[in-house]
């Protein structure tokens, strides 16, 4: 790659859509993503603005009076993270290598950067208005009906709520699939081929979600009075909210090095808004598989 060929807007927009195709957790089926504001750096906020409910009454003939005005709350998402990469190439490895080897590099920022933003998102199940088991009585999956049987659970709270059944979401660990897969029903008709499958991560779909798999669903590991868990979230994307930048790409020739560099600033925030649209199961892993 040639300094003088380098146009940051081009490459940051690669590195985002890299970005995008490898998140889970803050993909926008997932999380709200729509905001107002322009960030530019960590500690900047951003304006999230949401509406009211809409009142529904019963009709008869004759004038229906002046239009209800719909209640809207501005809420501010504050941008706290901010994550960086900065590598280089040799100049004898670019030239003994493929000469896409920094477009490769550039998809392996953008895996740190999506695995370390799902992380980071994930970590607000604590704000869910929805819990089932705790980290000190965490429900144990020993079979594998309890697995599928566990996100019925979760549907049922979630309905409970009035959540819109439509677009429901459920992110899980690796474990967790494995005990699914040994459930006929999640195999028959849950899970899908690659062709079908619509949003990052998603392995299938029942009990009303959109299943998908993270290795970014929280762990908690066990200590006094508390039990090794993994942390099931489930619900519905108007539940948060997710604002993001690519602030800087820039490239440049390290001093005393014959090599080319890159380095980047991810920036972004994440806040939960409706907790009541977001559950989260503490599950414990059977004990044959740890």
Known sequence: MSLQNF???VWSARLLQSLQSTLVFAQPNIINRDYQGEITAAGDTVKINTVGNVTIGDYTKGPMGDPEELDDETRLLKITESKFFNFQVDDIDKVQQTPKIMGQAMQNAAYGLARAADTFVSSHYV???ITIGSDSSPWEISQAAEAYEMLVDLSVALDEN????EGRFVVVPPWYEGMMLKDDRFVAGGTLDSESRLMNGQIGSGAGFNILKSNAVP???ASDGVEANSKIIAGHKIAWSYA???NQTEAYRPENRFSDALKGLHTYGAKVIRPEALAVLSAK???RQQ
Request: glycine share 10%; net charge negative; proline share 16%.
């Open 244 to 246: 993001e930048q690519i």
């Open 285 to 287: 892993r059977p004990s």
């Open 219 to 221: 762990t908690i590991g």
């Open 7 to 9: 146009i940051p807007t």
């Open 162 to 165: 009035n959540v819109p059944q």
């Open 127 to 129: 704000d869910a208005g």
